[in-house]
């Protein structure tokens, strides 16, 4: 049992090699992103509020766009587990066609109904926030960061297809490449220096968008000149052309996870709709939790990004065996991780609100959130690396089933219940909602232990060249 669930140090620094790298893209992003809270929040409530609430909803976008690569890239980590570089470039071509016609739905869709979409987030009883000073900066920001999203999601399907083929530095030196430019130009523009006036969130989203479009020329770039470690990249425009039967299959085992990663984003959407309803305040008490959270889960999230590689790999490369049972390792090794981390996350709970320009009530309910989350982090890393693994063998319907239907049948149904029809305290309302991570959890390790996503599905697309 303990060779099953413990790695060699062979494993471990495979895992390792694909997870730091990852983990500190997504680590100094998260840490720009809480700096970004941070700054909004010394503007004031209302600013902060209004920027969390449009983020609510461009976090469904963005989810869609990353079920979009996920999906091809299931495809594309065992093609180049098999050695088939067309086959890798093909699933890019996929992923930059149907990743540029959802942006430009996404973007006619917020530019309509923007106004009415962030409304819903102010349904509840104005506190110390002011709905028409939240509602005014919530505006601002989206149209700007409209203009953000064609290249955030050219930058997902290029970072998602190096990570992939086991190049996950590019990725990291592009998005430093943005954050350094992010950093610098919300510091300048949102608190209005070298002479430029004082911008507030409008200033946050200009500074978003041209970081993200200096991001995009660092990775496209240096991704086309280095055609020796990526030859997979040379001549990938010269025809947009994607056989047949693999498109086919993209799209039949990508859709569902396309599906399943925008309604999961929808259903937190909501979720976060209902907690709304018990005022601006638990608005922005969530969005401070949610923004340091979102800092201490890099780790396990980190390790589910590598699993769905490693796994992806291990079975593209036909040792099916071998692929189950880096799985076990992974799941152990994720849930081992999250424990110390929330352990050091419940203290921090305790100091971070004090950044914030904010009421104490506002800070008092932020901690109390962090640490209700911190409890529950290491069930949160076992369906984590529950869901990429089994993910990795294609058993697209089944994940989506697992991980969308305990979202709506369960997450979103009882924050209705609960926050419509019942007077329950919000932190009560939380905890309840959130504990459901335990019950998924237990579904999540059934699932890989059942070993029906055991499969290589790229064997029968070796003729597509």
């Not at 999601?153 to 430093?176: D, F, K």
């Not at 507030?200 to 000149?225: D, Q």
């Not at 907690?275 to 959270?293: E, H, K, M, P």
Request: charged content about 10%; some cysteine.
């Amino acid at each position: 049992m303990f060779r099953t669930l413990i790695g060699d140090k062979t494993f471990y620094k495979r895992l390792f090699s694909l997870m730091i790298p990852i983990m500190l893209q997504s680590g100094i992003t998260n840490f720009v992103n809480m700096l970004d809270n941070i700054m909004i929040g010394k503007v004031g409530t209302a600013p902060m509020t209004g920027v969390a609430i449009t983020n609510q909803l461009l976090f469904v976008f963005n989810l869609c766009i990353f079920g979009v690569v996920s999906g091809a890239g299931i495809f594309g980590a065992q093609f180049f587990g098999c050695g088939n570089n067309e086959g890798v470039q093909h699933t890019f071509r996929f992923k930059i066609a149907v990743g540029t016609f959802l942006t430009l739905c996404a973007i006619v869709l917020f530019w309509l109904l923007g106004t009415p979409l962030l409304s819903l987030y102010m349904q509840g009883e104005p506190t110390v926030t002011d709905t028409v000073s939240t509602m005014q900066n919530a505006k601002h920001y989206l149209s700007i960061m409209l203009i953000g999203l064609v290249p955030f999601a050219i930058v997902q399907c290029y970072s998602s297809t190096l990570r992939e083929c086991g190049q996950p530095t590019l990725p990291l030196v592009a998005g430093v490449v943005a954050i350094a430019v992010n950093l610098l130009l919300n510091y300048i523009l949102i608190f209005g220096k070298l002479g430029i006036p004082a911008l507030g969130v409008k200033g946050a989203a200009i500074a978003t968008v041209i970081s993200r479009f200096a991001e995009l020329v660092v990775i496209v770039a240096a991704s086309h000149r280095n055609a020796v470690a990526l030859p997979f990249m040379k001549g990938v425009y010269r025809s947009l052309f994607i056989p047949a039967k693999l498109f086919v299959e993209l799209l039949i085992k990508g859709l569902p996870l396309m599906l399943n990663e925008t309604m999961w984003a929808a259903g937190l959407a909501v979720v976060n709709q209902c907690y709304s309803v018990r005022g601006l305040d638990a608005v922005a008490a969530c969005n401070i939790s949610q923004t340091f959270w979102n800092i201490f889960s890099i780790a396990y999230m980190a390790v589910g990004s590598a699993a769905s590689i490693i796994v992806g790999q291990t079975l593209g490369a036909g040792l099916l065996k071998e692929a189950k049972q880096d799985g076990y390792r992974l799941i152990t090794f994720s849930f081992l991780l999250a424990c110390a981390v929330s352990v050091l996350y419940a203290v921090c709970a305790e100091f971070i609100p004090l950044a914030y320009n904010t009421t104490n009530e506002i800070r008092h309910l932020a901690t109390r959130l962090m640490q209700i989350s911190a409890l529950l982090m290491p069930f949160d890393a076992l369906v984590h690396a529950a869901y990429f693994t089994v993910r990795s063998g294609g058993k697209m319907m089944i994940t989506a089933l697992f991980d969308c239907g305990f979202m709506w049948g369960g997450n979103v149904l009882l924050a209705f219940l609960l926050s419509y029809f019942t007077q329950i305290p919000f932190l009560w309302l939380f905890a309840c909602i959130q504990g459901i991570s335990i019950i998924k959890a237990v579904f999540g390790i059934l699932l890989v232990r059942s070993g029906f996503w055991v499969r290589n599905i790229v064997s029968s697309q070796e003729g597509i060249a």
